[in-house]
């Protein structure tokens, strides 16, 4: 089992930067696929981002291609999301997941985090 705590979100500018932190912990989080997803009111969630458990894959949305940065740290069990160039619709709140395979769906995650809340102002 893997437990997942999110941290680093808060009230920024549009055209600046956050990086957000997900703290894992439980024994097979260097081999699960970590993804991330958010959801804006209203709206599904949605992906975001995915890394493979050695970190040489990664997928992205369109949305955030060029602008975000998936990254993990197997020995300090935390997965990354470096958001540049922040646009109002990419407020959220975000969520890391964790999963037997790197993958855009969803419904391939078994366990997530509770979420940390991003608010780009214009």
């Known amino acids: 089992q893997v437990q997942l705590v999110e941290s680093g979100g808060g009230l920024v500018q549009a055209g600046g930067s956050l990086r957000l932190s997900c703290a894992a912990s439980?024994?097979?989080?260097?081999?699960?696929?970590m993804g991330w997803f958010r959801q804006a009111p209203g709206k599904e969630r949605e992906f975001v981002a995915a890394?493979?458990?050695?970190?040489?894959?990664?997928y992205y949305a369109d949305s955030v291609k060029g602008r975000f940065t998936i990254s993990r740290d197997n020995a300090k069990t935390t997965v990354y999301l470096q958001m540049s160039s922040l646009k109002p619709e990419d407020t959220a709140v975000y969520y890391c997941?964790?999963?037997?395979?790197?993958?855009?769906?969803?419904?391939?995650?078994?366990?997530w985090g509770q979420g940390t809340q991003v608010t780009v102002s214009s």
């Open positions: 997941a964790a999963g037997r395979t790197t993958s855009t769906w969803r419904n391939e995650y078994d366990y």
């Open positions: 439980g024994r097979t989080f260097s081999t699960s696929a």
């Open positions: 890394i493979s458990w050695r970190g040489g894959i990664t």
